[in-house]
């Protein structure tokens, strides 16, 4: 009995420590490096708010289209972990190969991002579907929302690490070693998760004239014949789907709007996410806590309403100190976001079906990436043409405009889910789960 509770604590561990250098690679590409250097140093002006949205855009459409077809395999052939350490690996030599990207270099920019990030994403489905493997029922929430919190712990620290040698040394070439150090961070903290965590489904034997894609199509058709069986899993995915893309739109330009909007210069962008992933190591811990007491959809709730009234203060901020305490708000809400999305899809899988369920899941949270921060981009981009040409405005206080124009399609975004989200029966998809129609072994 003592060592099966000490082996679930070490791959719960594992589970964590992936989370841990997944989430720097977050913190550093995604939110305070990467993204404001393509868009003023690799690009430059309002122009490059667009092909940073539709860089993302690309690589989560691709995510989107793979990840259901590769999540049916993984469950038939008991390969997450294969899986997993093929997206990572993709995601870590990428991300180093950003080094070489610098001031023009768009294609380049652009392909070793779009690459980083897909892997980045894959990645993700089967570390998610692996959750339901190493918790039980009544420890879902709790892991979840652990493996959020150490997870913002880990791109405190390596956004900390990082931080002294860019206020001390001046130029890009600091900047550029930053991410290879990241990739780097994220490859020694996921290698617990590869040596600690077993899975406990067992590869299917494949029927005669079958290959993993025939069966992976025939699995993901009798889930989607049987859709009236999951319709309040169906109601949650649509909701995620919409209010995803203002999630994850705040997320992908925190730092461009930073820049833009207050001038805000690399050691501040560094700071700024710090802020933000220590308030996300509260929301995370809390909002596991609330959900276990008071069920996962009020709670999840709970924290778009706070994520709404985050975006709305961003159109009306104008000092760089309310942009900090609105970093701090939204990090307490998106985390409580994420990880209780996250939890609710764990309660809502079917046994023996979890990566299928994370890869229709991931199919909503990429496809809302590939929707939402191109719209993010296109508006910014176009808004801030139509002021300087209508408005006869400067460049910047045009590309400020355009921002805020943009800003106010998250919280539209924010306010359809959460609408459809309330419609959502929580009780009858975990009932759907227990008595699902699908075989697994099918």
Not at 262 to 291: C, D, K, P, R
């Amino acid at each position: 009995m003592f060592s099966k509770m000490k082996n679930i604590n070490r791959e719960h561990l594992a589970w964590y420590l992936y989370d841990f250098g997944n989430s720097a690679y977050a913190a550093v590409v995604l939110l305070a490096i990467y993204s404001a250097y393509f868009k003023g140093e690799v690009v430059g002006g309002a122009e490059g708010s667009r092909l940073w949205g539709i860089s993302v855009g690309i690589a989560m459409l691709v995510v989107a289209v793979i990840a259901p077809i590769l999540g049916s395999v993984a469950d038939f052939s008991a390969s997450k972990k294969r899986f997993l350490l093929g997206f990572s690996v993709m995601t870590w030599v990428f991300t180093a190969l950003l080094f070489f990207v610098q001031k023009g270099d768009i294609v380049l920019g652009m392909l070793f991002f779009i690459l980083a990030e897909i892997g980045y994403r894959g990645g993700q489905v089967f570390y998610n579907s692996l959750l339901p493997e190493i918790a039980e029922p009544d420890e879902l929430g709790r892991v979840s929302g652990n493996g959020w919190a150490i997870g913002s712990l880990g791109g405190i620290l390596c956004l900390l690490l990082i931080l002294p040698p860019i206020v001390l040394i001046e130029g890009t070439l600091v900047v550029r070693l930053a991410l290879v150090f990241t990739a780097i961070f994220f490859a020694i903290s996921a290698i617990p998760v590869f040596r600690w965590i077993t899975e406990r489904a067992q590869a299917q034997t494949l029927p005669p004239g079958e290959n993993y894609f025939s069966i992976a199509f025939k699995r993901i058709g009798k889930t989607l014949k049987s859709i009236r069986h999951y319709r309040e899993f169906v109601k949650f995915i649509v909701s995620f789907l919409i209010y995803n893309d203002g999630i994850l739109m705040a997320m992908d330009f925190a730092a461009i709007i930073g820049a833009v909007l207050f001038g805000m210069n690399q050691e501040q962008l560094i700071i700024f996410m710090i802020v933000v992933q220590v308030t996300s190591v509260a929301g995370a811990y809390l909002f596991a806590v609330i959900g276990g007491r008071f069920g996962f959809k009020p709670s999840l709730l709970l924290s778009l309403v706070m994520m709404i009234g985050v975006v709305l203060a961003m159109l009306f901020t104008t000092t760089l100190t309310g942009y900090f305490i609105i970093g701090a708000f939204a990090g307490f809400a998106l985390t409580g976001v994420q990880s209780l999305s996250r939890t609710m899809v764990g309660f809502f899988a079917p046994e023996g079906q979890s990566a299928e369920f994370f890869g229709f899941f991931a199919i909503a949270g990429r496809t809302s990436s590939f929707i939402g921060p191109t719209i993010y981009g296109i508006l910014a981009a176009e808004a801030a043409l139509w002021f300087q040409a209508n408005r006869a405005m400067e460049a910047l206080p045009a590309e400020q405009a355009g921002q805020k124009v943009a800003i106010l399609s998250i919280a539209i975004f924010l306010l359809a889910g959460l609408a459809i989200l309330l419609s959502v029966n929580e009780a009858k998809a975990r009932q759907a789960a227990t008595a699902a129609p699908v075989p697994a072994g099918d």
